[in-house]
């Protein structure tokens, strides 16, 4: 009991910490985007030196004007992803915990408590988490060792992990193939931008630029929708823990309920038997 009880204020102390620098990791994720920015002026500043048109082989700004308005939804979906992350690794962790403290209803109680405190950072986005702390608090200070055996933990594990696959599973399906047709058309637009560039016939450049002209309208429509699907998904992401953290809470005060029913019944048996 005591080394779950450790491994609890520990967990805590960990998830803290994790979730109170969330944003700074979040400053890493996008350090891709940086690195294709400063490489995308660098070879900008290469193309431009001494002469306005591109040399062969350089692609020109123009190839990266569709990147930098997707910088933020991509950045925000990315932020989202990791909270799902850390929520459903910290719910499963703990979820463990609860199960290997499931013998008593004291030791099921206090676990429980803990796990909600590490989930504090995250819930309270979404749910009164102070109240639902206070309930599993009274409820494990008063209750003796009996034996109690609940699918608590399965009924917290099981639904988060429902949803980080449905996520996944929307994201494979809607973002990753409009992000390879994106990169196919930079691709493209950027071979018509190197053969204009390469081109000493005037009529075969202008041929080019509206073949390039083509390639970058298109290029900008699926620009359009991957930002749009990223700002939905980031949507689903929040809605869908905001559902989960619902029905956990409600799992909570469940359980709660039935450890106070629990020791109200134990006191009343004891009264009957004195």
């Not at 979040?26 to 490489?39: Q, T, V």
């Not at 676990?111 to 109240?131: H, N, W, Y």
């Not at 559902?243 to 004891?270: P, V």
Request: charged residues 25%.
């Amino acid at each position: 009991m005591a080394t779950d009880i450790a491994g609890c204020a520990k967990a805590r102390c960990e998830m803290t910490s994790m979730f109170s620098g969330l944003g700074e990791s979040l400053k890493g994720a996008s350090s891709r985007f940086e690195a294709e920015l400063n490489s995308a002026g660098k070879k900008l500043n290469e193309a431009l030196a001494g002469s306005n048109t591109p040399k062969p082989g350089v692609w020109p700004d123009e190839l990266f004007a569709h990147d930098e308005p997707l910088r933020v939804p991509i950045r925000e979906l990315e932020s989202a992803e990791q909270l799902l992350q850390r929520a459903e690794t910290t719910i499963k962790h703990h979820a463990q915990m609860l199960n290997k403290s499931a013998a008593s209803h004291r030791a099921l109680g206090e676990a429980l408590a803990s796990t909600s405190g590490v989930c504090q950072p995250v819930m309270e986005k979404f749910i009164d988490s102070d109240r639902i702390l206070a309930q599993l608090s009274l409820a494990a200070s008063h209750m003796s060792e009996a034996h109690a055996k609940t699918a608590f933990a399965d009924q917290i594990s099981a639904p988060i992990e429902m949803l980080r696959n449905e996520f996944e599973s929307k994201r494979l399906q809607t973002l990753l193939p409009l992000r390879r047709v994106y990169a196919e058309k930079k691709k493209l637009y950027g071979a018509k931008l190197v053969a204009i560039g390469d081109s000493s016939d005037p009529v075969r450049s202008l041929a080019i630029k509206d073949e390039a002209s083509v390639v970058e309208a298109e290029w900008r429509d699926i620009s359009t929708q991957i930002a749009a699907t990223a700002e939905a998904l980031v949507t689903a992401i929040h809605s869908g823990l905001g559902e989960y953290f619902k029905h956990y809470a409600a799992l909570c005060s469940d359980l709660a309920e039935n450890l106070g029913t629990a020791l109200a019944l134990r006191g009343d048996n004891q009264e009957d038997s004195s």
